[in-house]
């Protein structure tokens, strides 16, 4: 009776070691696909940043160049805000006629003294 024990349990073993291999197979078949949909996601959010750096940079580098640009359009702004103060415009009517705010008109004229803007001010 021995000998029908041991062949009984050299079958269950070869039986749990053919589930337990199917088991394995499985977690390692698994685990190989979280291995690959992390590799992706990895890549593309590199990718992604890569992107987002290289539009930053464009980005940057287009506003300098209109930064530059409008440097010459902002002076004449300036010297016509300067044209209507010389044509006797106060700094309160020049605000209202170009819709700037009074400290930015302030800003864009000349320092003058405060007798020649009431001065200006009194003026028809």
Known sequence: MSGRISATRATALRAAQQ????RDAERLRREAQVE?????FYEETARAEHIRATARLRAE??????EVAAT???EQA?????TLRDLGETQHQ???LTGLPLP???ALLPRQSATSESTTASAP
């Open 19 to 22: 589930a337990k291999a199917r």
């Open 61 to 66: 580098k287009l506003l300098a160049d209109a």
């Open 94 to 96: 020049i605000s209202e």
């Open 72 to 74: 010459a359009p902002e």
């Open 36 to 40: 690959s949909v992390l590799t992706d």
């Open 78 to 82: 300036r010297a016509a805000v300067v």
């Open 104 to 106: 930015e008109v302030r």
